[in-house]
């Protein structure tokens, strides 16, 4: 009943930027949190940014200073704007959502299909 939709992957000289988005879609009643994770070669996934309430942002210690996530509540998007970007970031990167659907009463976690991000020259 959910769709996480995101775009914006590819393969980047360090040094540059990327952008990455994902759009959730389906019977949404309300968003608690979205954020980006992302697992590299040989590692465990891991948090990259995240953004709860529309207001509080969380970074790992990795990125700060390099990345910036925002949301669009009225597109239930979130972005992760990645500047400065450098070999070690080169990871597939999920996006994920908690979510409460409008026959439910919890919320629960919902996953990208993951977009493969490459730092290289």
């Known amino acids: 009943q959910v769709q996480l939709v995101e775009s914006g992957g590819g393969l980047v000289q360090p040094g540059g930027p990327l952008r990455l988005s994902c759009a959730a879609s389906?019977?949404?009643?309300?968003?608690?949190?979205m954020g980006w994770y992302r697992q590299g070669p040989g590692k465990e996934r891991e948090l990259v940014a995240a953004?709860?309430?529309?207001?509080?942002?969380n970074y790992a210690d990795s990125v700060k200073g390099r990345f910036t996530i925002s949301r669009d509540n009225a597109k239930n998007t979130v972005y992760l704007q990645m500047n400065s970007l450098k070999p070690e970031d080169t990871a597939v990167y999920y996006c994920?959502?908690?979510?409460?659907?409008?026959?439910?009463?919890?919320?629960?976690?919902?996953w990208g299909q993951g977009t493969q991000v490459t730092v290289s020259s």
């Open positions: 389906g019977s949404i009643f309300s968003i608690n949190a």
């Open positions: 953004i709860i309430s529309g207001i509080t942002t």
């Open positions: 994920n959502a908690r979510i409460r659907l409008y026959r439910d009463y919890d919320f629960h976690d919902y």
